[in-house]
């Protein structure tokens, strides 16, 4: 169990971004991770989305500005395959906005990448 200063019973309690529930579940924890890395990506949103950077260059953005405000406290995880499939949406849905649309050769029309596509 979780107790405040004053001794009440508490059923949830962040500290230093890192969140602590009373049925030791880390579904919360994840939630602030995937919204702070989605703060983080459109705070640098214009980077990724310049013609002037490579592709190269923004995954290297991913990797060290992004990554680590999803995956900060990450050592003490215990994942299930939900939180797993939660966390690779977040990864597929930010390199797609990087990798932006594909034109298909033969209709010409554009579509959005494949999971498959996606690794980098």
């Given at each position: ?74 050592e ?7 939180e ?18 594909r ?18």
């Amino acid at each position: 169990m979780v107790y405040n200063s004053s001794f009440e019973r508490v059923e949830l309690v962040k500290y230093l971004r890192l969140t602590v529930t009373n049925q030791n579940s880390i579904q919360e924890e994840i939630k602030s991770g995937l919204q702070s890395g989605n703060a983080t990506y459109h705070s640098v949103q214009n980077l990724l989305s310049s013609s002037l950077l490579s592709k190269n260059i923004k995954i290297e953005i991913y990797r060290t500005i992004i990554l680590p405000f999803v995956f900060y406290g990450c050592e003490t995880w215990l994942l299930t395959l939900r939180e797993v499939h939660r966390l690779r949406v977040c990864e597929n849905s930010v390199l797609r906005r990087i990798f932006g649309p594909r034109r298909n050769q033969v209709t010409g029309e554009w579509r959005k990448l494949h999971n498959e596509e996606l690794n980098y």
